[in-house]
């Protein structure tokens, strides 16, 4: 599709509710605007391929998916490795998880004020974050 399309499907979407549940424009749309993902029923939100869509195009639709899908390495990693901050809305487990936070600290260092407690407390994950952000000593 061009441009000149892309920004009409997302404009529809924004315009109707109607068109919030039709899965093939709700694809598009989220693939050009990530936080769309907001205004989709709630069954495209816990579509695996329609989330993973949203938050490739924006990690921070991650807050828009499904408890389900929050709780999905996949999706999870997809949306930290875009934007670091995603982290704040994945599930606890996923929060506690040392290889998607220190994926989510290579994105953006200030993603460790969303690890779990436990991981917060990390030396070894601090002194990352501190030596790419000064700011990330204050988590």
């Known amino acids: 599709a061009s441009s000149r399309e892309d920004c009409r499907l997302v404009a529809l979407l924004r315009a109707s509710g109607e068109f919030s549940a039709?899965?093939?424009v709700a694809l598009a749309a989220v693939q050009q605007d990530g936080l769309l993902l907001k205004s989709l029923a709630?069954?495209?939100k816990s579509e695996?391929?329609?989330?993973?869509?949203?938050?490739?195009?924006?990690?921070?639709a991650l807050e828009f998916a499904a408890a389900s899908l929050r709780d999905d390495r996949d999706i999870v990693c997809t949306a930290v490795e875009q934007e670091g901050a995603?982290?704040?809305f994945a599930s606890p487990r996923l929060r506690a998880d040392r290889g998607l936070v220190e994926?989510?600290?290579?994105q953006n260092p200030l993603a460790l004020a969303h690890a779990s407690e436990h991981l917060r407390g990390d030396p070894e994950l601090i002194g990352f974050a501190v030596?790419?952000?000064s700011f990330a000593r204050t988590f």
């Open 131 to 133: 030596r790419n952000n």
């Open 103 to 106: 994926g989510a600290l290579r």
């Open 22 to 24: 039709d899965r093939e």
């Open 86 to 88: 995603a982290l704040e």
């Open 48 to 60: 695996h391929l329609v989330v993973m869509a949203a938050v490739g195009a924006n990690g921070l």
């Open 42 to 44: 709630d069954e495209l």
